[in-house]
C-alpha cells in the first residue's frame, strides 16, 4: 500500500503561483508514474499532469501546457507541481495518486489516492 499526503493548495490570485507538494510513503517501490489530478464538483476527475518515477517522462493535459511544471524527488519520494499564471478555472480539489503502469496519466490506471488538497484562485 501507498500513503500519499498533499499540501500547499490555499488562496491565489489569477496570474498567481503556488506550489503542491505530495509524499509517498509505504510500498513506495510499487509504483511507476506519479501524478496530479483536479476534480471539480459535479465533473470527473481528471489528469493534468504526470510523471514516471524512473526516467521522468512526463505527460499533461493541455489545459496547464506552459503553465504548470512537474518534478519528482525519489531521495524524498515526494511530487511537486508547480503552478503558475493562475486561472480561476483552476480552482479544484487536487489529488495526488500513485500507478503501478508506466506511462498512463488516465484516472483508472491509478490505485492510491491522497485526500486532495483544495486549490482556490480568485480576485
Known amino acids: 500500500q501507498v500513503q500519499l499526503v498533499e499540501s500547499g493548495g490555499g488562496l491565489a490570485q489569477p496570474g498567481g503561483s503556488l506550489r503542491l507538494s505530495c509524499v509517498a510513503s509505504g510500498s513506495t517501490l510499487d509504483y511507476s508514474t506519479i501524478g496530479w489530478f483536479r476534480q471539480v464538483p459535479g465533473k470527473e476527475r481528471e489528469g493534468i499532469f504526470c510523471i514516471s518515477t524512473r526516467g521522468g517522462s512526463t505527460y499533461y493535459a493541455d489545459s496547464v501546457k506552459g503553465r504548470f511544471t512537474i518534478s519528482y524527488d525519489n531521495t524524498k519520494n515526494t511530487v511537486y507541481l508547480q503552478m503558475n499564471s493562475l486561472k480561476p478555472e483552476d480552482t479544484a480539489v487536487y489529488y495526488c495518486?500513485?500507478?503501478?503502469?508506466?506511462?498512463?496519466?488516465?484516472?483508472?490506471?491509478?490505485?492510491?489516492w491522497g485526500q486532495g488538497t483544495q486549490v482556490t484562485v480568485s480576485s
Open positions: 495518486a500513485t500507478s503501478a503502469l508506466a506511462g498512463t496519466c488516465r484516472r483508472t490506471h491509478y490505485d492510491y
